[in-house]
């Protein structure tokens, strides 16, 4: 039976990719922060089977004893301050989660493994918000990295890292440079969760309007559920690398307010959506497209899910949590 540590259990990619290695036979350990976590209860409702092992990214000894509970075969560091607008707001701490905790994982693999680097196997979240300013329409591997917001600069940092360690302790660290993926489990903090449960709460008549910032940009949207699978297959190669995952289609965040809102029959949705200066951001990533070639011929990795399906499932859940609520 395979072990595995995954750090931000607690997060939407943490919980999915939870149940998949569990649906592998995977024995499974999640990295949780603080005393009283809140999400401690969702996560072990959502995977009972999961061994809880509490720990900081800040703070290294925590993430060595992690190792020594867990000895993991596998960890996916997926901890982070991940919300790019908050970042702007606290660059530094976002710089020492985002981007230091990448070097103290790495490092408390390194003195844990006591330099047999075929011990472990390290998956390293890496963003699309990399690109920033995009210099090359679609992104791939080899895109020059233009960050626009100190989450981008942190995860700059973690990303070359987990290259620097590849390459001078012959690690197996892969690192997943992953385009923007939702779920019925995003954070109500992003858009495409601000927007489906706002259609949600205005089609049930609980709100009338959302307050939004830029319209104009654009992501490549894909499912968070086929993403943890690109994540996984790539600690399954027997060469560490680096991937772009991503459905190589781009949607402006207009287009998922129109979808969603005519998926709840209100097509006039221009009248509940108003823009407050508060949601732009002090430099905006305009454009995100990804080209995964290299992860669908490596990995055979290729997203399911549509950009129209992904609106409707985040809308019908949230209509349905709504109800609930309601009762
Ligand atoms: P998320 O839902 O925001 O989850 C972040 C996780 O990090 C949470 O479990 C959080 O724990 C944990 N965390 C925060 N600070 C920590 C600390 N100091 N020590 C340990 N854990 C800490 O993010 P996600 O969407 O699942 O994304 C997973 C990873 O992929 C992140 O690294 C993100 O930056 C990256 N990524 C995401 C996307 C995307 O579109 N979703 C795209 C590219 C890359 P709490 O629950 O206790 O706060
Ligand atoms: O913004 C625009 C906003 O916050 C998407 C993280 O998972 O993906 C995510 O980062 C776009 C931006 O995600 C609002 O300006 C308009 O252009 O949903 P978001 P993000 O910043 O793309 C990447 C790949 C990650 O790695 C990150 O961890 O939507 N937008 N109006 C808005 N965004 C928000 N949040 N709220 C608004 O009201």
Same mark, same amino acid.
């Given at each position: 039976?395979?072990?595995?540590?995954?750090?931000?259990?607690?997060?939407?990619?943490?919980?999915?990719?939870?149940?998949?290695?569990?649906?592998?036979?995977?024995?499974?350990?999640?990295?949780?922060?603080?005393?009283?976590?809140?999400?401690?209860?969702?996560?072990?409702?959502?995977?009972?089977?999961?061994?809880?092992?509490?720990?900081?990214?800040?703070?290294?000894?925590?993430?060595?004893?992690?190792?020594?509970?867990?000895?993991?075969?596998?960890?996916?560091?997926?901890?982070?301050?991940?919300?790019?607008?908050?970042?702007?707001?606290?660059?530094?701490?976002?710089?020492?989660?985002?981007?230091?905790?990448?070097?103290?994982?790495?490092?408390?693999?390194?003195?844990?493994?006591?330099?047999?680097?075929?011990?472990?196997?390290?998956?390293?979240?890496?963003?699309?918000?990399?690109?920033?300013?995009?210099?090359?329409?679609?992104?791939?591997?080899?895109?020059?990295?233009?960050?626009?917001?100190?989450?981008?600069?942190?995860?700059?940092?973690?990303?070359?890292?987990?290259?620097?360690?590849?390459?001078?302790?012959?690690?197996?660290?892969?690192?997943?440079?992953?385009?923007?993926?939702?779920?019925?489990?995003?954070?109500?903090?992003?858009?495409?969760?601000?927007?489906?449960?706002?259609?949600?709460?205005?089609?049930?008549?609980?709100?009338?309007?959302?307050?939004?910032?830029?319209?104009?940009?654009?992501?490549?949207?894909?499912?968070? @559920?086929?993403?943890?699978?690109?994540?996984?297959?790539?600690?399954?190669?027997?060469?560490?690398?680096?991937?772009?995952?991503?459905?190589?289609?781009?949607?402006?965040?207009?287009?998922?307010?129109?979808?969603?809102?005519?998926?709840? @029959?209100?097509?006039?949705?221009?009248?509940?959506?108003?823009?407050?200066?508060?949601?732009?951001?002090?430099?905006?990533?305009?454009?995100?497209?990804?080209?995964?070639? /290299?992860?669908?011929?490596?990995?055979?990795?290729?997203?399911?899910?549509?950009?129209?399906?992904?609106?409707?499932?985040?809308?019908?859940?949230?209509?349905?949590?709504?109800?609930?609520?309601? /009762?």
């Amino acid at each position: 039976m395979k072990r595995a540590l995954i750090t931000g259990v607690t997060g939407q990619d943490g919980m999915y990719l939870s149940r998949l290695l569990l649906s592998k036979g995977y024995e499974v350990f999640g990295l949780v922060r603080g005393q009283n976590n809140p999400k401690l209860e969702v996560i072990r409702a959502w995977a009972p089977e999961v061994n809880i092992v509490t720990g900081d990214l800040l703070d290294p000894s925590s993430l060595l004893r992690a190792l020594n509970v867990s000895q993991p075969d596998e960890v996916y560091n997926l901890g982070a301050i991940s919300f790019v607008a908050y970042s702007w707001e606290n660059a530094q701490l976002t710089s020492q989660v985002t981007g230091l905790g990448v070097l103290n994982m790495l490092e408390a693999i390194r003195l844990y493994s006591r330099d047999d680097a075929s011990k472990v196997r390290f998956y390293q979240a890496s963003s699309s918000e990399m690109f920033g300013r995009v210099q090359e329409v679609p992104q791939r591997e080899t895109t020059l990295l233009w960050p626009r917001s100190p989450y981008g600069v942190a995860k700059v940092y973690g990303h070359y890292m987990t290259i620097n360690y590849r390459e001078s302790y012959g690690m197996h660290a892969s690192s997943g440079i992953l385009f923007n993926h939702e779920s019925p489990l995003r954070g109500p903090e992003f858009v495409t969760r601000k927007i489906s449960r706002a259609v949600a709460r205005i089609a049930l008549g609980l709100q009338n309007q959302i307050s939004l910032g830029n319209l104009d940009a654009k992501r490549d949207w894909g499912f968070a @559920g086929d993403y943890v699978e690109a994540m996984w297959r790539m600690l399954q190669q027997d060469e560490a690398d680096d991937y772009v995952v991503s459905t190589g289609n781009t949607h402006a965040v207009r287009e998922y307010l129109d979808i969603a809102f005519t998926h709840v @029959g209100i097509s006039d949705w221009e009248q509940h959506v108003f823009q407050d200066p508060q949601f732009f951001r002090p430099a905006e990533v305009d454009l995100l497209i990804g080209d995964s070639s /290299k992860a669908r011929e490596k990995l055979g990795w290729e997203p399911t899910v549509s950009f129209r399906q992904l609106v409707e499932m985040m809308v019908d859940s949230d209509l349905e949590l709504e109800k609930q609520n309601v /009762k």
